[in-house]
């Protein structure tokens, strides 16, 4: 009962935070620069928390996100530019092939552990950007133009998707069994729990909501290059999970808002930017090791309510 | 219940069991006694399926079980305490316990055997919202073992249960340990507390560098000047 009911809080604070930027957009009282920000921050937030679910409640230490968000930008730029199809079919078409590649990659190198699986998916993610910087369809290093599809509608309707999956995959029984792959490999083992399976789940989970996400990021610009996709842009996604609190849901949305807040306002200064980018870090490493909101949710501070953020239910 | 036939392990190169052979009898405690790096837990990994024998076979109740995924055997009703007790250290009491029946689909005889845990345990269910990082080390004994009974199982393999607790603590748990047993669940213990696990076996086996060197009535063994040399300290 009292879970029905947060999730119907949760519904309505979600219609009320669309509605409210949606008229402000229509009323022209939010500049587009803002406009766009807010679609920045929304494209952000459905990173992190695609890999929150990999890395803070499956304890997959992946670091090649961006490879996955490069694969949905392109998918979903060719079908929109050279099939000239609708754009949420793009944007389907875009997470479906992710989570194919998050598959293919996933399978053989989830065998691996820490290091060795960072250093993995980090190469993983380097090579899907190499291996769009050499196909002439997409425009190799030059890049590929896009029509500025993209609107605040649909990165909320994106982003309210992916939180909701994300959360009730969370509190589910699949979602019990990946967190007891994070805190114990060997006695999930123990208990039957198929573990490679569900790494396999949650990293394909995972790479299809980053596709989803290059989606949205391609037809939000004008031109989208195999540049856009480095391993910084891997870091990036990867602070703000980390900096938000390994295993906590609302923390990566909160570090998301943040630090794309912060990195908007010093986009013209672009070294200035990551200089205050690693203060930011240090600091937060140095006071708060364990991230903005350690493995606790938004909603713990509200007594009693345990909305749908979920998996908060697992520690301090 | 249970027959081992000969099985060889290895770790890569290195060969940790060589041609082990037991059996395990319906209804029976028994023990497998042996000093630090004899290959206890690693026979105890292959019965659950973590580890495959490279040869050799593991019969359990008719069925062949050499080599099959641990969710199999799970299912099959041979539950796993591995060594070092291993709980899920960032959720709480209830939520490990949640997780040992896993595979479970009858609901209602899950809700039954959660009642069965907290009555064997009582201090887990004045803990069940505790996170069980911070319970101590005998507790989460006991809890590992719980869960391990959650998955409602004919046959329990404990990996040295009585590791690294207070003397008082390992008599507890060498006492729920019995009663498990009388309520009906078959033990394969694993033990370098050679003692404690005597008293309370039926039958044991002692092994030694990866072979099975002696084997017989619990008593027995106990009686055996050899056996109190190695592994009694000589009491
Ligand atoms: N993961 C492993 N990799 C390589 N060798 C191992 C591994 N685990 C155990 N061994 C070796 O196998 C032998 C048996 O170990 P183990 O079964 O853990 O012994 P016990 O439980 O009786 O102390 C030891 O020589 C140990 O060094
Ligand atoms: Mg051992």
Redesign the interface.
């Known amino acids: 009962m009292k879970k029905v009911k947060g999730f119907w809080i949760y519904v309505v604070l979600s219609v009320v935070i669309y509605g409210v930027v949606q008229l402000l957009i229509n009323g022209g009282i939010l500049n587009p620069f803002y406009a766009n920000t807010l679609i920045f921050i929304g494209i952000n937030i459905i990173l992190a928390v695609s890999l929150h679910l990999v890395i803070g409640i499956t304890g997959q230490f992946s670091i090649g996100h961006a490879g996955f968000l490069a694969v949905g930008a392109y998918i979903s730029a060719i079908i929109t530019m050279k099939f000239q199809l609708p754009f949420p079919l793009a944007l389907l078409a875009g997470g479906i092939v992710a989570a194919l590649a998050g598959l293919l990659v996933g399978i053989p190198s989830l065998r691996l552990k820490g290091d060795y699986l960072a250093i993995a998916t980090l190469g993983f993610g380097e090579i899907i950007r190499i291996v769009f910087l050499n196909i002439d369809y997409v425009g190799g290093a030059s890049g590929m133009q896009v029509t500025h599809l993209t609107t605040w509608t649909y990165t909320f309707i994106c982003l309210f998707i992916t939180i909701t999956v994300i959360t009730n995959f969370t509190n589910s029984r699949h979602g019990r069994a990946c967190i007891s792959v994070r805190e114990n490999e060997i006695a999930a083992d123990a208990m039957g729990i198929n573990t490679t399976y569900y790494k396999v789940v949650a990293f394909a989970l995972g790479s299809f909501f980053a596709g989803i996400a290059g989606g949205l990021f391609a037809h939000n610009f004008y031109i989208i290059q195999p540049g856009n996709f480095g391993f910084l842009k891997s870091f990036d996604i990867l602070i703000f999970v980390v900096l938000g609190g390994l295993g906590s849901l609302s923390g990566s949305v909160i570090a998301a808002i943040l630090l794309t807040v912060v990195s908007t306002f010093l986009q013209d200064y672009p070294e200035t930017r990551m200089i205050i980018y690693s203060v930011v870090l240090v600091l937060v490493m140095l006071y708060r090791p364990q991230g903005l909101m350690g493995t606790r949710e938004v909603t713990d501070l509200f007594g009693k309510w345990k909305g749908p953020k979920g998996g908060n239910s697992y520690g301090k | 219940m249970l027959k081992v036939h000969q099985i060889d392990v290895f770790y890569g190169n290195i060969q940790a069991l060589k041609g082990v052979s037991l059996e395990v009898q319906e209804g029976e405690i028994v023990t497998l006694i042996g000093a630090n790096g004899a290959g206890k837990s690693t026979l105890l990994k292959t019965l659950?399926g973590?580890l495959k024998p490279k040869k050799g076979t593991i019969q359990y109740l008719e069925n062949s079980i050499a080599g099959k995924?641990?969710?199999s055997?799970?299912?099959a009703g041979i539950?796993?305490?591995?060594e070092g007790r291993?709980?899920?250290?960032?959720?709480?009491v209830e939520?490990n316990l949640?997780?040992?029946a896993?595979?479970r689909k009858d609901l209602q005889g899950v809700k039954q055997d959660f009642e069965r845990v907290y009555e064997l345990f009582p201090r887990l269910l004045e803990r069940k919202k505790q996170?069980s990082g911070t319970l101590s080390g005998g507790e989460q004994q006991m809890l590992?073992m719980g869960?391990a009974i959650m998955?409602k199982p004919k046959l329990l393999l404990l990996d040295e249960p009585s590791m690294g607790l207070a003397p008082l603590m390992v008599k507890t748990i060498f006492s729920i340990i019995e009663e498990i047993n009388r309520a009906g669940t078959t033990i394969l213990l694993v033990e370098q507390n050679a003692h404690m696990a005597l008293s309370i076996a039926n039958r044991a086996y002692v092994i030694e560098t990866g072979s099975v060197v002696a084997s017989g009535p619990a008593a027995e063994l106990q009686a055996s000047e050899q056996i109190k040399e190695a592994y009694l300290g000589g009491l």
């Open positions: 659950s973590l995924p641990a969710q055997i799970v299912k539950s796993h305490v591995p291993r709980v899920f250290a960032n959720m709480t939520e949640q997780l040992g896993y595979l996170l590992a869960r998955a």
